[in-house]
């Protein structure tokens, strides 16, 4: 028995922004991700005595002047920025960098600068679309972005032609916010009280708490269908944009530390391959109980049944985390500890696990188990948050319909089988892996292992001698099933030993069915 605990899951955020530090590519968007990650480390650095074991500040100058530097030398005379060096300016990464930018605390003369020429191309950008169109059609999320950029760069006075174009894009979003997702309403609000309509953005505002649900754990955030996917980030994008609109109205709104508790608790089981996510997340950190969430970490005391504290070591008990992100592994590890129960205290039973912390804040914890046991006497487990559960239903009449396979029910030899797996999460998870053990009187009906369409998304299928295993890259929040069919090669009694469900990103997170058994005759 291993006991994991986490004393402050918000450093999680924090190892994000680090992996972002280093550009991957030679790119604009990668070196204004890069050059606003290292810019939010050297606040963090002031701020937060303990990232001074982890970061240098002499190393953090050198990185933003690189990153500076790489990004004037994309930006073209125009104004805008080309994805990478030899191509054209272009509007959509303009717009990402200079989000990147806007969003800096105390930027150099140099960011200020390649910011106003920035704004300045996506003006003229904007304004030939404008006068294309001849009429202000719907205002979509790239011109609400656009507004949002433009009213924060501060650009001082602007052409009269670009000021009446901002002003009536910014009146027909004000009078067509009936129609809005959840994302395009909260960009819509903070763009309205950017331009002055605080009146408006107040009533936005009000409709986007009222949105929200809450769960135990889990925090505040978005259930309905008006809170879209983003292309990679699932809702992360939604929720940010969410808490920025309240934050404008007031930064001390007791609606935002729950949702910050729900961007912690994605981050549990998400990896964020999207730089700008990162950034984003811990500009948020830095915004919304910094001195709760980026605290000097504490050890706790944890002890079994009353006996003598367990003694503590810094690590992780899963290696999942690591293997996946390939990143700086110290922050991964801040305030995370375990512990290994003693066999002697393992002989009786635990009965009762006691942890005593000291620190405020959130803090999450795990206890892993690893026993012997007959698969015929498993029973169904699952603490909620990822689960499975199985059926099984046999085919009849040749092409005929499926029967559901009762307990007493007896198969034979030549039937066509079908197992369905239900998988259930409570969020959206990264890295999920399905595996389903059959009898040896059961054959797979596809025999070769490969990419399939199962349960509403795609999954690698990899088909063994005794199991079958499904692995997902991504696994969004809900319910899915997951079908296998076999066929009856043999009669006799088998186990069919259990399904398991298992978010390898983050082990503590998973499931398994019941153990059964199957008979079929001749």
């Known amino acids: 028995m291993t006991v994991e605990y986490m004393d402050g899951p918000a450093w999680m955020c924090i190892e994000a922004l680090k992996s972002v530090k280093n550009p991957e590519s030679d790119n604009a968007i990668s070196w204004s991700a890069s050059l606003a990650a290292n810019g939010s480390l050297q606040v963090l650095l002031k701020s937060f005595p303990v990232m001074d074991k982890y970061e240098n500040s002499d190393s953090l100058r050198i990185k933003v002047a690189e990153a500076e530097k790489k990004l004037a030398s994309l930006q073209k005379a125009c104004g805008g920025w080309a994805w990478f060096k030899g191509m054209e300016a272009n509007m959509y990464v303009t717009l990402a960098v200079c989000e990147n930018l806007v969003g800096m605390s105390s930027p150099s003369p140099v960011v200020v600068s390649m910011l106003d020429e920035g704004v300045a191309y996506l003006d003229s950008v904007m304004l030939g679309i404008y006068k294309d169109k001849k009429?202000?059609?719907?205002?979509?999320?790239?011109?609400?972005?656009?507004?949002?950029?433009?009213?924060?760069?501060?650009?001082?006075?602007?052409?009269k032609e670009v000021a009446a174009m901002r002003k009536a894009y910014a009146s027909r979003a004000e009078k067509c916010v009936d129609d809005l997702t959840i994302y395009g309403m909260a960009r819509?609000?903070?763009?309205?009280?950017?331009?002055?309509?605080?009146?408006?953005?107040?009533?936005?505002?009000?409709?986007?708490?009222?949105?929200?649900?809450?769960?135990?754990?889990?925090?505040?955030?978005?259930?309905?269908?008006?809170?879209?996917?983003?292309w990679m980030d699932?809702?992360?994008?939604?929720?940010?944009?969410a808490m920025k609109a309240i934050m404008q109205r007031d930064k001390n709104d007791a609606y935002l530390p729950d949702m910050l508790l729900w961007i912690?608790?994605?981050?549990?089981?998400?990896?964020?391959?999207?730089?700008?996510?990162?950034?984003?997340?811990?500009?948020?950190?830095?915004?919304?109980?910094?001195?709760?969430?980026?605290?000097?970490v504490n050890v706790p005391v944890i002890s079994v049944d009353g006996n003598a504290p367990l003694k503590m070591l810094r690590g992780m008990a899963g290696a999942?985390?690591?293997?996946?992100?390939?990143?700086?592994?110290?922050?991964?590890?801040?305030?995370?500890?375990?512990?290994?129960?003693?066999?002697?205290?393992?002989?009786?039973?635990?009965?009762?696990?006691?942890?005593?912390?000291?620190?405020?804040?959130?803090?999450?914890?795990?206890?892993?188990v690893t026993y012997s046991e007959n698969a015929d006497s498993l029973k169904s487990y699952g603490a909620g948050q990822l689960g499975v559960s199985r059926k099984c239903y046999v085919q009849r009449g040749g092409a005929g319909e499926w029967l559901p396979c009762a307990e007493s029910c007896v198969l034979k030899v030549g039937d066509k089988v079908r197992v369905r797996h239900i998988v259930t999460a409570d969020r959206d998870m990264d890295f999920?892996?399905?595996?389903?053990?059959?009898?040896?009187?059961?054959?797979?009906?596809?025999?070769?292992?490969?990419?399939?369409?199962?349960?509403?998304?795609?999954?690698?299928?990899?088909?063994?001698?005794?199991?079958?295993?499904?692995?997902?890259?991504?696994?969004?929040?809900?319910?899915?099933?997951?079908?296998?069919?076999?066929?009856?090669?043999?009669?006799?009694?088998?186990?069919?030993?259990?399904?398991?469900?298992?978010?390898e990103y983050a082990k503590q997170y998973g499931g398994h069915t019941e153990g059964v058994r199957v008979s079929a005759e001749k």
């Open 135 to 159: 009429s202000v059609g719907s205002v979509g999320n790239d011109i609400l972005r656009y507004l949002s950029v433009a009213a924060r760069a501060q650009q001082g006075r602007v052409g």
């Open 188 to 230: 819509t609000a903070s763009m309205l009280r950017d331009c002055g309509k605080a009146k408006v953005a107040d009533r936005l505002v009000k409709v986007l708490k009222n949105y929200t649900v809450t769960r135990p754990g889990l925090g505040r955030f978005y259930a309905t269908d008006a809170a879209y996917y983003s």
């Open 234 to 241: 699932y809702k992360i994008p939604t929720q940010l944009a």
């Open 264 to 296: 912690i608790a994605q981050k549990q089981v998400q990896k964020w391959d999207n730089p700008m996510t990162a950034v984003e997340v811990a500009r948020m950190l830095m915004e919304v109980l910094p001195m709760d969430n980026l605290r000097e």
């Open 320 to 368: 999942g985390r690591t293997r996946f992100e390939k990143r700086e592994p110290e922050l991964a590890l801040e305030g995370c500890v375990t512990a290994s129960v003693p066999e002697a205290a393992l002989a009786d039973g635990v009965k009762t696990l006691r942890v005593e912390k000291a620190s405020r804040g959130v803090s999450w914890g795990a206890v892993h």
């Open 432 to 503: 999920v892996k399905v595996e389903s053990q059959y009898p040896a009187c059961f054959e797979p009906v596809s025999q070769l292992s490969g990419y399939r369409w199962m349960g509403g998304r795609g999954g690698f299928l990899s088909v063994h001698d005794s199991c079958v295993s499904v692995f997902f890259d991504w696994f969004t929040r809900g319910t899915s099933t997951i079908d296998v069919e076999y066929y009856v090669a043999r009669a006799g009694n088998y186990g069919m030993g259990v399904a398991t469900v298992e978010c």
